[in-house]
């Protein structure tokens, strides 16, 4: 699955903390769009999507929450509530994102500007896709 965990560099001391992610060391990808998820009920799913070329990176800035990923042959869940850590997403993985804290925002870093194109929102056709993207699956 094209996914993984990146650590971002943590600067702490008496002062609090400051987090750094720069493009070619932690960001395998320059970014081109950043937005934010919050307010989301406790009850509530979002994403239910992959993306045929955007690449992303979700970062939990605050509270927590879970991100179920699926690569049409396995299905992994992730726990993000640490804003030092990030989550990388390529392409051709399914996600869903739930339960939300409370508190929760979602920052999502992404290589590409939106494009409704780019998106694969029902699940057989990501399966479907799959098997025309990847041989033997």
Same mark, same amino acid.
Request: glycine share 4%.
């Given at each position: 699955m094209d996914t993984q965990i990146i650590q971002f560099q943590n600067h702490a001391d008496d002062r609090g903390s400051l987090i750094v992610a720069e493009y070619e060391k932690e960001i395998p990808f320059l970014v081109?769009?950043?937005y934010?998820?919050?307010?989301? !009920?406790?009850?509530?799913?979002?994403?239910?999507? !992959?993306?045929?070329? =955007? =690449?992303?990176?979700?970062?939990a800035i605050?509270?927590?929450l879970k991100v179920?990923?699926?690569?049409?042959?396995?299905?992994?869940?992730?726990? =993000?509530?640490?804003?030092a850590k990030g989550l990388y997403i390529g392409h051709n993985?399914?996600?869903e994102i739930?339960?939300?804290s409370?508190?929760? $925002?979602?920052? $999502?870093?992404? !290589?590409?500007?939106f494009s409704e194109s780019d998106y694969i929102r029902?699940?057989?056709?990501?399966?479907?896709?799959?098997?025309?993207t990847i041989p033997n699956t």
């Open positions: 081109k769009r950043i934010y998820i919050y307010d989301v !009920s406790d009850d509530k799913h979002r994403g239910f999507h !992959s993306h045929k070329d =955007l =690449l992303q990176v979700y970062i605050h509270g927590s179920m990923l699926d690569d049409g042959k396995k299905q992994e869940t992730v726990l =993000l509530d640490n804003p993985v399914w996600r739930f339960d939300f409370k508190d929760a $925002v979602l920052l $999502v870093l992404a !290589s590409e500007k029902k699940y057989n056709d990501f399966l479907e896709s799959i098997k025309k």
